[in-house]
């Protein structure tokens, strides 16, 4: 099917190391949804409305077409493209980077500057694309947006990868709170890149957003933090496996540098589901 969501979807194989990590990550949540990996536009289709069955609805392939789903998908591959100003590591780097570097060495904000900058650029990332996929009240676009189970992938992925894993220890400790406030500090040099590429009216255009997205942020991370001591063991135990490398620290960084578009994936996955929401509105009006 000649879409850019089926186009975005397609690039990946359930044997792809971005897939691997991606499921690891998200079933050592409790909270997170189950993890279906699909290719196509009928598995993310099947993933909204179960129920359903027969072809893919018009209103859908109408969906996937339009331009708040192809700039969302613009979005999730500059967000994996170093060059392209909005991202100096991918997601699954951010993990590696922790995982290589020696969990008992803390990582704070200061020291990691570039990294937290990084994050920012992520959460206006989210931001955007939730702001462009759905419709309504700030409040009412979150609540989509956390309706689909890609919606919630994303904010778990954000919140744990993002965030919780390059600074570990402050936020095992003080949670969103502490990550908040130091995120803060960095939020006008990240805006400010996040303009270069996408506008400065993009950027402003997201201020409400942004409280609303800070709300969701904090409550995914209290959960999160529960979570990161089985985490940790998780990670420490199979992401070796999950990338079949046994060699140094160096050359893992390099396998998830070259090879792990993390939020291409997700995006892809979030402008499905947000279009097979779509469909599945249109037949209850």
Known sequence: MNDPV??????????????KVCRLLLETIPTAPNFVFYRDLKGAWRRMAPDQSGEIP????????????????WVGDKLDIEDAILASYTGASNILHWFTSGRSERHD????????????LKILGVSFMTNELFRGSVKEKISQLITLPAGRE?????????IALPFF??????????ASR???????????????VMGEKATGDLKEMLGGMNNLLGQTMADVKEHLGPLVSKLDSAMPKILNITGSGTGMMATALDALPVWRFLGGRLAAEASALCAVDSATL
């Open 6 to 19: 089926s186009e975005s979807l397609e690039r990946f194989q359930e044997k792809d190391m971005t897939v």
């Open 58 to 73: 018009a209103s859908m392939l109408k969906a996937v077409q339009s331009q708040p789903v192809i700039r969302t998908l």
């Open 109 to 120: 904000f200061e020291a990691n500057r570039p990294q937290a900058i990084d994050a920012v």
């Open 154 to 162: 994303m904010v778990l992925y954000l919140c744990t990868a993002e």
């Open 169 to 178: 220890s402050g936020v095992a400790e003080g949670g969103w709170d502490f």
């Open 182 to 196: 130091h995120l803060q500090g960095v939020m006008a040099e990240g805006e400010s890149k996040f303009g270069q």
